[in-house]
């Protein structure tokens, strides 16, 4: 059997006619706009491929929200459409504050809560907008809103990868922390229905595209743990992502088993992954975000100096020129997005000199300062005493850079390969009988 990934992440901040609050540190996205997306998606493959499918898989961001009420319909054509929903409040939403989330009762889980978490965000509307609750029946991660449609669900499931990355869940357990959070009268009816990663979540109730009615449609799986799974090979490789975060992992022993309460200021979480199993992960919110901000601000400065360039241009100028520039002495820490154990971290840059601020160099330390950073959260020596043998490098920003791939080959003392993989808000992979169909992919 093969598998087929149809993928689209668009990176909007907008205002529609669902939109809850605008404030500086919120992140945004419509609904609308990605759920178009993928039916476009689907649309393009061949109609005689998409009748063969018999099986449906689905993956999308972690950590963010959705709220919903189970109204589905069509148009004329096969595209689903939503009905009252909320713009998608992302992973990287930043309106709980470190004050904030210290006023909330402490989560029986191995996993320390941080903005973005899909449970921090409702306690937050709950404090400050507790009317928009009021609005919706159900709510979820963006692929699970993707599910409950496909699949017609009043009620949306929910696999672990994802109900552990919203905070406030057990993972030995299995089970939403009620009792704590009926006790902060958070509206627990929010919350799906929690069933084991990789299960079965229901069946598509209509046509969709040509894909038939009656297909096995999979619980909605976390992005990370998928990238991770799809590059893995063996049980002793690690896996070096660098989308718009970053991240660096490696499995566990079948044996392991998380400590019952976090350690806030390690900067290795324990990820559920598959088979009751977890992922040691180094999970940095400094990633090609931190690249994207630096051209974002060297095309604010040369259009203020009065001249135009687009950003594709200043990338690969920018890549030219660090490139041509084998290592710096100059020093760059990119975490100015803060990191989850250590959220008041800022960046810098220091040790400079006439002689270290061209272009190429400031490129070179900032891919370095990018790599540097993963290995301070989870260093070489660790990954070698764990057993790992070989480093499996994916994800946007790392294909596409090939100062990051030099950087990640000097500073690791493993061999070091590459796969393909693609960010996305949702991915949906549909299970052929022996075929792959290919079409574009949306850039991120």
Not at 118 to 129: D, E, M, P, S, V
Not at 224 to 245: E, H, P, W
């Amino acid at each position: 059997m093969c598998t087929y990934y149809v993928s689209y992440f668009p990176c909007i901040f907008v205002a529609g006619c669902t939109y809850l609050y605008l404030q500086i540190q919120a992140k945004e996205q419509d609904v609308g706009r990605i759920v178009n997306a993928l039916n476009e998606c689907v649309a393009v493959l061949p109609k005689d491929q998409l009748q063969k499918v018999v099986r449906i898989g689905v993956s999308g961001q972690m950590h963010g929200v959705v709220f919903w009420n189970a109204e589905w319909h069509r148009d004329t054509t096969s595209d689903f459409k939503e009905k009252t929903t909320s713009n998608l409040i992302t992973w990287q939403d930043g309106r709980c504050s470190a004050e904030f989330l210290a006023s909330l009762p402490q989560p029986d889980s191995h996993l320390s809560l941080a903005s973005g978490f899909g449970c921090a965000t409702i306690f937050w509307i709950l404090k400050n907008r507790p009317d928009v609750l009021k609005m919706f029946s159900s709510a979820g991660t963006i692929q699970d809103y993707v599910v409950a449609m496909l699949c017609n669900q009043e009620r949306p499931l929910m696999s672990v990868q994802n109900a552990a990355s919203w905070g406030y869940f057990n993972t030995q357990k299995r089970k939403w922390n009620l009792e704590i959070l009926r006790d902060s009268d958070f509206p627990v009816y929010l919350l799906p229905e929690v069933v084991e990663s990789g299960s079965i979540a229901g069946k598509t109730r209509r046509e969709w595209h040509g894909v038939p009615v009656e297909v096995d449609v999979g619980v909605a799986l976390g992005d990370f743990q998928c990238s991770v799974y799809s590059c893995m090979r063996d049980k002793t490789d690690a896996v070096l992502n660098i989308g718009t975060s970053a991240q660096l992992t490696f499995a566990l022993p079948s044996t392991f088993q998380p400590p019952k309460t976090p350690d806030s200021s390690s900067p290795l979480s324990y990820f559920p992954y598959f088979d009751g199993s977890y992922l040691a992960v180094a999970a940095s919110l400094n990633g090609g975000n931190v690249l994207a901000v630096f051209v974002e601000m060297l095309k604010n400065w040369i259009n203020e100096l009065g001249l135009e360039v687009n950003e594709s241009s200043i990338y690969s100028l920018l890549t030219e020129a660090a490139l041509n520039q084998s290592r710096s002495d100059l020093t760059i820490w990119p975490t100015i997005f803060g990191e989850r154990h250590d959220t008041k971290r800022l960046g810098s840059v220091c040790n400079i000199s006439t002689g270290n601020i061209s272009l190429g160099h400031v490129g070179r330390a900032l891919c370095h300062g990018v790599v540097q950073n993963l290995v301070a959260m989870l260093p070489p020596t660790l990954l070698l005493q764990s057993g790992v043998q070989r480093i499996m490098g994916t994800g946007n920003a790392l294909s596409r850079n090939e100062v990051l791939k030099q950087e990640i080959e000097k500073t690791f003392p493993l061999p070091v390969q590459y796969c393909n993989s693609v960010d996305s808000a949702v991915g949906v992979a549909m299970i052929f009988d022996d075929r792959v169909v290919a079409t574009p992919n949306e850039p991120a």
